[in-house]
């Protein structure tokens, strides 16, 4: 059944992927149209949060960066330029790639995921590099986690612990157990 | 009698894969695209639980939440939304808006019937 659900992945994926590069390509002529930057936005995130669950990490964590980005173009923090269609639709064009070859060349994935960290933001800064060392006295914000089934459930229905996190590091990796007490 | 839960997520992928594992679990499963579609077709059904993913077109989780809780019958059926890592503000305004739980993707199938089991009783 796993293979099944993969592969219907595959088919949607390449539907999004469809979608957002017409979308991109629209937004190249009215790069303020909201109707397009939530399209991008929903598109990329589904990948990001479908991938994971279907065993394409990879996948999930190139889209993560894109959907971030465009989450700042939502919040009016970047604009949309030629320079960021064009990441944009490399981006599409490695996902595709990635979702068709099971062992990808992870090396484009990880030159269009270091675009994405190092692209200016003017109001907020970006996820930072995540080998860079821990500043002394560096701030630290707290994140949830379950107590160790893989989920957090709301209300009183499973124990919840937290721990803190400093903030330099990026959210958790997806699908990882190290975080799992 | 099974329960009847509802499924709301724009990606087929999760609906199908959610809904292949709780209809193997024992329970009815609808499906709906978006928070507009399903309050359509929560008009017309009942439902003992509804799970929803948060960014949708249409209508998104947030408001179908807070609508649902708007109606007599769902005052009090548990909702569980499907959140990511990343969506912490989301996952607040669907507490506010009444949301039993959530469910951070990915999860494993047997993980969801843990959780659905949890608050169906």
Partial sequence: MTDNFREIFRTEAMELLL??????????????????????????????????????????????????????????????????????????DQIRKMVDDPNPDLSIKMKLVEKFRDWPCPIRKRTPDRTRPIPAGSPRRTVRISGGSGLSLGRAYLPRVSILWPCWMNWPAWGTTKYRL | MAYTIMITDDSVSIRQMVGFTLQAAGYSTMESVDGADALEKLAQA?????????????????????????????RFMPI?????????????????AGATGWIVKPFAPDQLVAVVKKVLG
Avoid: W, Y
């Fill in chain 2, 46 to 74: 009942q439902a003992d639980l509804l799970i929803t993913d948060l960014n949708m077109p249409n209508m998104d989780g947030i408001e179908l939440i807070r609508q649902v809780r708007g109606i007599d019958r769902f």
């Fill in chain 2, 80 to 96: 569980l939304m499907l959140t990511t890592e990343s969506q912490d503000e989301k996952k607040q305004a669907g507490r506010t």
């Fill in chain 1, 19 to 92: 979608e957002l590069e017409s979308a991109m390509m629209d937004l190249e002529e009215t790069p303020d149209n909201e109707d397009l930057i939530d399209r991008v936005f929903r598109a990329m995130h589904t990948i990001k949060g479908t991938g994971a669950m279907f065993g394409f990490a990879e996948i999930s964590a190139l889209a993560h960066e894109a959907e971030t980005a465009f989450d700042e173009v939502r919040r009016g923090n970047i604009p949309v330029t030629r320079d960021l269609v064009d990441l944009m639709l490399s981006t599409c």
